[in-house]
C-alpha cells in the first residue's frame, strides 16, 4: 500500500490540507508546509523531509497535524483540569475556615452569655447575703435600741457600745461578702476570657493546618500537571516519530 499503509490516512484530506497550507510565496526553500505557515514547532533533523515524495509530504504533513492537534487537545484538557482542580481547593479550604469562622463566633457568643449568667448569679448572691446580714444585725440593733429607752442613763452605756459594736461588725462583714464576691467575679471574667482566648487560638491554628493542607494539595496537583504534560509532549513525539518512520518507509 505504500504510503498509505496507515488505515486511518486519507490521501484526498491529506492533499486537501497540504495545499490548503502551503505558503504559495515567500517560504524558504528547503522548509516544509508546518515551517513556513509557523502552524507547528520547527521539526528536528530526525523528522526532515528531505528525499520525500509528494504523497509522502502530504501524508507527514496530514498526520503532523492531526497529532499536533491531539496534542493541543490533550494540552487543553490538562489545563482546565488543573484549573478546576486548584478552585476545587481553593474553594474547599475557603468552606472549611469559613465553617470555622461560624464555630468561633457562636463559641464566643455562648462563652458570652455563660459570663453575664454567671455575674448576674453572683450578683444576685451577694446581694441576698447581705441582705441576710444586715438583717440580723438590724434586728439585734432595733432590739437593742428598744432596751435602751427603756434603761435608765447609768446603764445605756453599755447597751450603745454593744449597738456600736454591731454596727462595726455589720461593715466588716459586707466588706468581707463584697470582696469575696468581687474576687468570684473577677475568676469568672478570667476563666470566659480564658476560654475564649483558647478558642481563637484553636481556631487559628486549624486555618492554619487548613492553609498549609491546601498549598501541599495544590503543589501536588502542580506536580501532576507537569508530569502529565510531560507525558503528554513525550507521547506527542514518540507518535511523530513513529508515524514519521512509517511514512518514510512506506
Do not use: C
Amino acid at each position: 500500500m505504500g504510503v498509505y499503509a496507515d488505515p486511518d490516512y486519507d490521501p484526498v484530506k491529506a492533499h486537501e490540507y497540504y495545499m490548503k497550507h502551503r505558503q504559495l510565496k515567500g517560504r524558504k526553500k528547503g522548509t516544509t508546509v508546518e515551517e513556513s505557515t509557523g502552524s507547528y514547532n520547527r521539526k528536528g533533523p530526525q523528522w526532515s523531509t528531505k528525499g520525500f515524495k509528494q504523497a509522502q509530504r502530504e501524508q507527514w504533513a496530514y498526520s503532523r497535524a492531526q497529532l499536533f492537534e491531539q496534542k493541543k487537545q490533550k494540552t487543553e484538557e490538562l489545563q482546565e483540569w488543573k484549573k478546576g482542580a486548584l478552585s476545587g481547593v481553593t474553594e474547599q479550604s475557603k468552606a472549611e475556615k469559613q465553617a470555622i469562622d461560624e464555630r468561633k463566633k457562636a463559641v464566643l457568643e455562648s462563652l458570652s452569655e455563660q459570663g453575664k449568667e454567671q455575674l448576674a448569679m453572683l450578683d444576685r448572691q451577694k446581694k441576698a447575703q447581705t441582705a441576710a446580714v444586715v438583717s440580723g444585725t438590724t434586728a439585734r440593733i432595733n432590739a437593742l435600741s428598744a432596751k435602751l429607752k427603756q434603761l435608765p442613763t447609768p446603764l445605756k452605756d453599755s447597751i450603745r457600745t454593744q449597738i456600736a459594736k454591731l454596727r462595726e461588725n455589720l461593715r466588716g462583714k459586707k466588706a468581707q461578702i463584697s470582696a469575696q464576691f468581687t474576687s468570684e467575679k473577677k475568676a469568672t471574667r478570667e476563666g470566659i476570657s480564658g476560654a475564649k482566648a483558647e478558642e481563637r487560638q484553636t481556631a487559628k491554628a486549624e486555618k492554619q493546618d487548613i492553609t498549609q493542607a491546601s498549598k501541599e494539595e495544590k503543589a501536588g496537583i502542580r506536580e501532576s500537571y507537569r508530569t502529565q504534560s510531560a507525558q503528554n509532549k513525550e507521547d506527542y513525539e514518540k507518535k511523530m516519530t513513529e508515524v514519521y518512520h512509517r511514512i518514510k518507509g512506506g
